[in-house]
């Protein structure tokens, strides 16, 4: 490897005692820098190699007061200065670096003075004005100066090395054997017909938009962060640093509207958040599969080097929008779809057609297939099959195939899923009125019930059961006049006491079903059972699938920890005082081996489980929720809940879950071609071997996220393809194989990888790893690995692919320069922030709730939109542009909307206008708005129209309904609020964005020390 591109690093940033030291809210520094990271085996930063050019490693001078202060090299980056904690400036160099592979391209290469030069003048020298970098710098990673002081302090102090050992896979396994022997090496396969290669560069400035948050954007909020974090009170500016919502606004103003067409490899798509139509032309939609990168370094060695992980977040079943390609359905007849001989890849855009269309050489493993006689087709000039435009499974990314009985469990073909409705009828649900409010739900929901495109009705079955301490099951078959109950008392040996009439159709049960529900409320009304079985119940509907021989799901609603005698039964073991020690863990660990059995149950029945959770103290949601999360379901916490208060929040919530895409009993298997394959799986998922994905149920909201290793080097010329298939059970008992492709780049240049990195699914990756790794390791190594990744990141990045500078400037690709906001924010997410003030079901459910998001859920839970509504537009149809979180954006007199998925509040400022509060709560001033008020008033006049819209399209577009909260600046109700201030401190301990971006740095520096 070339040496050209290091930089050197000045004398202040060696080895220096004190240097590095990890502010408190991170705990000391290890004695050795850490090496362990998630996504590889231990390995270390490698050293400079040796044989360089040494005058590259010797200290340069520090930059001189007259030196331009900004350096324009020709890749893309943000340059952050940090002058004793305050950022002196930020910018980036314009964008219109040529494209192509050449010399000056090169990472290794510095820049040129012609590019130099050519850049600099169409970036006008903003930062002229700022004071010079000299050896104050020094002062950045000195441990007394004031960022290294209490302005990262928090409550988990952490001292001493992280133990090295059990520092590996949280879930160990032995290394897949070789994803389905494909792996012999071979001559390159041939490139993707029809999608043409892309050249290195051609779309490396497609992340970055203009206008970086620059020193001209300076704001009024000077000083802020600083009075903030304690001691220093040195300006600060906090527009000054890389900024989310800006990286979003740039992204949707250069391309949003647009159509993102699929046919080039590599090609980074748009941000999650931004508008855009997909056209699919063989590469799987954005909305179905994302990538970390989209330029895989060819080696391992660079793979490892950089640290970066190599993922992908696939979403099988995501909504696609009307106006896009749809899921076409392809039939390969008896047979079965077509398929490689050697690898088992299904039949892609990326076969490639060889002698006269006779044959086909795989694009996984390079085998040359005969084309069945029935498949036969000529090919045109140019080798491309004259049927190519009219077969999905030539020119689509996505499409799915018939799936003949070969797919189908036992050889039978499969039938309808079917939903179980649990309904947990002890005391105090019933006093709650949840019982009441499921049962009248019921009547009109299950008139909704999932079905086909163009079929007339759903043909998923229903079922009923209730239970407290013994389980109830209902005969509703639509000859009855009365529903019939059967009662199992025995809760050890579950079985069902009824085939015929438990599982029934709703439209012809419809008079039964209707009278059970009516009387169900009625029946328990006296009860005095406040004692309640969990396991038996899962039990009880896994044994009816299993009589039924059908997939499905069973719906959950449950209030209480179950203390009844049964198998299953929980304890509290809630225990405050675990927090911050080598014991915390097992709080999140699931308490017992029935309900892994139970999963394991669930997975090979197809039967998916939701649970509705009304708890009133602690319920042990690690384990409740266990069942849930390894089986394709959801768990949904609805704490005290109130009828009056939280109802609609509730029915929304299992509106959307009763109504929504999903498919059943599926297995999922990620191919790859040669030279690297997928070794780990993070989702809602079970394995029981190294390579197939186990879910029992996958809906459109779920993701699962798979990481990459090498096995051998790759080639830039064929790139790395993926195939997913999904074998699954549709929602009318059709056996079907969802297919995802999708090709990336490879490339020996590192610069390449960091060009084309997504910060949001590389979050995405971040929050799955490591929310893991806290079920196995101390919250403080979990954390400090995570910082340490980060940082090796970076610092390889500034090693290989900036031009050199001061080791005080701050360094970020241009393509993750928010992911420290990002990151920050993950680590003062409740699992990991490891507060006593944070209730242990509300960490464990955060924990189990984010293993199944896609990359839209974990942007948003990160970084919450924060939407300013006093100065909006109520003419317009758009929502306001959010604003950076942080308390600095707040103002007395405004009202904000605050939202990341799971909560929404309306923030109302001290000195809020009282004709505001009159037209949006129909009250004289704020003291009169009632806190407790989950959804506003519908009055008429613009502003609170306009609100009200404003929240339906927010509700709307979300997985999951978000409780809206009324926050009044100053009240208590605040500090809910302000805990999603990502940029902040935060209330429970963790950094402010920019303390810990100096904190980052700081890392950096002691990385290329
Ligand atoms: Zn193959």
Request: with cysteine; charged share 20%.
């Amino acid at each position: 490897m070339s040496q050209q591109g290091y930089v050197a690093t000045p004398p202040y940033s060696q080895a220096q005692p004190g240097m590095g030291g990890y502010p408190a809210g991170f705990g000391s520094a290890p004695s050795q820098p850490l090496y362990r990271q998630y996504g590889g085996p231990p390995q270390s930063f490698p050293a400079p190699p040796t044989g360089k050019d040494t005058c590259l490693w010797s200290p340069i001078p520090p930059v001189k007061s007259s030196a331009p202060q900004l350096r324009y090299t020709s890749m893309q980056y943000v340059i952050v200065r940090l002058h004793s904690c305050s950022v002196l400036k930020v910018d980036h160099p314009p964008l219109a670096f040529p494209a192509g592979p050449g010399p000056v391209q090169s990472p290794q290469a510095p820049p040129t003075s012609h590019l130099t030069q050519q850049q600099f003048q169409t970036a006008p020298p903003t930062a002229m004005g700022h004071p010079p970098m000299g050896p104050h710098s020094s002062q950045m990673a000195h441990p007394q100066s004031p960022l290294a002081g209490p302005t990262m302090a928090g409550p988990q102090s952490m001292g001493g090395p992280p133990p090295m050992g059990g520092m590996g896979r949280p879930f160990p396994g032995p290394p897949p054997p070789g994803a389905g022997g494909f792996q012999q090496p071979g001559p390159g396969a041939a490139g993707p017909p029809g999608h043409p290669q892309q050249l290195q560069g051609q779309f490396g400035g497609q992340m970055a938009g203009p206008g970086m948050a620059g020193p001209g954007m300076a704001g009024p909020f000077q000083g802020g962060a600083a009075q903030m974090a304690g001691p220093p009170q040195k300006k600060l500016d906090p527009d000054s640093i890389p900024s989310t919502t800006q990286v979003i606004e740039d992204d949707q103003a250069k391309r949003g509207g647009q159509v993102y067409t699929t046919n080039l490899r590599g090609q980074v798509p748009p941000l999650v958040t931004t508008d855009y139509t997909v056209q699919d032309q063989g590469n799987a939609s954005p909305r179905f599969m994302r990538c970390t990168t989209y330029s895989f370094p060819c080696t391992a060695d660079l793979a490892k080097q950089c640290q970066v992980p190599l993922a992908t977040i696939i979403k099988p079943f995501a909504t696609v929008p009307k106006n896009e390609t749809p899921m076409y359905v392809v039939n390969h007849g008896e047979t079965g779809p077509i398929r490689c001989n050697r690898c088992k890849a299904y039949m892609c855009p990326y076969m490639q057609f060889t002698d006269g269309g006779r044959r086909y050489q795989c694009g996984f493993c390079n085998c040359v297939n005969e084309v069945p006689a029935f498949y036969f087709q000529h090919l045109d000039h140019m080798g491309k099959r004259v049927d190519f435009y009219e077969r999905p499974e030539l020119s689509l990314g996505s499409y799915e195939f018939a799936a003949t009985l070969d797919y189908c469990k036992n050889n039978k073909p499969a039938s309808p899923p079917a939903y179980i409705f649990m309904i947990d009828v002890s005391y105090a649900n019933i006093k709650s009125g949840l019982v009441r409010l499921v049962c009248d739900e019921l009547k009109t929901l299950l008139d909704n019930l999932p079905r086909e495109d163009g079929a007339e009705s759903s043909m998923v079955k229903v079922g009923f059961v209730t239970y407290n301490k013994i389980l109830h099951f209902y005969n509703v078959k639509s000859a009855l006049a009365q529903p019939q109950m059967m009662v199992v008392s025995d809760t050890a040996e579950m079985f069902v006491p009824l085939l015929d009439g438990f599982l029934v159709n709703f439209q012809e049960s419809r008079a039964v079903i209707n009278n059970l529900l009516d009387q169900i409320p009625d029946m328990f009304a006296d009860t005095n059972e406040s004692e309640t079985v969990f396991a038996p119940v899962i039990q009880a509907g896994v044994e009816a699938l299993k009589a039924a021989e059908c997939s499905g799901k069973l719906f959950i609603f449950h209030s209480s920890i179950p203390t009844a005698e049964a198998p299953g039964k929980l304890k509290n073991r809630d225990d405050k005082k675990l927090i911050n020690t080598e014991k915390e863990k097992t709080l999140f660990q699931p308490q017992k081996a029935v309900y892994e059995q139970l999963s394991k149950d669930c997975v090979s029945q197809g039967c998916s489980v939701d649970l509705f959770l009304f708890p009133s103290q602690y319920v042990d949601i690690a384990t409740m929720g266990d069942v849930a999360t390894h089986t394709g379901g959801s768990v949904f916490k609805y704490s005290n809940f109130q009828v009056e208060r939280d109802g609609q929040h509730f029915l929304s919530d299992l509106r959307k879950d009763v109504e929504k895409a999903i498919g059943f009993d599926a297995i999922m298997r990620v191919r790859t071609s040669t030279g690297f394959r997928a070794t780990d799986f993070f989702g809602a998922i079970h394995m029981n071997n190294t390579t197939d994905v186990e879910m029992a149920a996958v809906d459109c909201d779920k993701a699962v996220t798979v990481e990459f290793k090498h096995d051998d080097t790759l080639s830039e010329e064929t790139g790395a393809l993926m195939q997913c298939a999904l074998l699954y059970t549709t929602i009318s008992g059709q056996r079907r194989l969802r297919i995802h492709n999708l090709s990336l780049n490879c490339s020996a240049q590192l610069s390449e990888l960091y060009k084309s990195c997504e910060t949001d699914a590389l979050i995405n990756f971040f929050a799955k790893s490591a929310y893991r790794a806290m079920l196995n390791q101390p919250l403080k190594t979990v954390k400090e690995i995570l910082v340490n990744q980060a940082a090796h990141m970076l610092a390889c990045y500034r090693k290989n692919c900036a031009s050199p500078s001061a080791a005080s400037q701050l360094i970020l690709p241009d393509a993750m320069k928010v992911f420290p906001v990002y990151l920050n924010s993950l680590l003062k997410t409740g699992p990991l922030v490891g507060s006593a003030e944070l209730s242990t079901d509300d960490r464990a459910h955060q924990r189990l709730s984010t293993t199944a998001m896609g990359v839209e859920d974990t942007q948003l839970l990160l970084y919450p939109r924060l939407i300013p509504l006093h100065n909006m537009d109520v003419a317009s149809d758009v929502v306001p542009t959010p604003v950076r979180c942080s308390e600095e954006r707040l103002t007395d007199a405004g009202m904000f909307l605050l939202e990341n998925g799971c909560s929404l509040f309306l923030w109302l400022g001290q000195a809020c206008p009282p004709e505001v509060i009159q037209s949006i709560f129909n009250v004289p001033s704020l003291a009169h708005v009632p806190i407790d008020l989950r959804s506003l008033p519908e009055l008429d006049n613009p502003q609170s129209q306009k609100l009200r819209s404003i929240i339906d399209s927010l509700l709307d577009q979300r997985p999951s309904s978000m409780k809206l909260m009324i926050v009044k600046q100053k009240d208590r109700s605040e500090i809910m609020f302000r805990q999603h201030l990502v940029e902040d401190k935060g209330l429970h301990g963790g950094a402010s964005y920019m303390d810990f971006l100096c904190y980052v740095h700081r890392e950096i520096r002691q990385v290329l020390t």
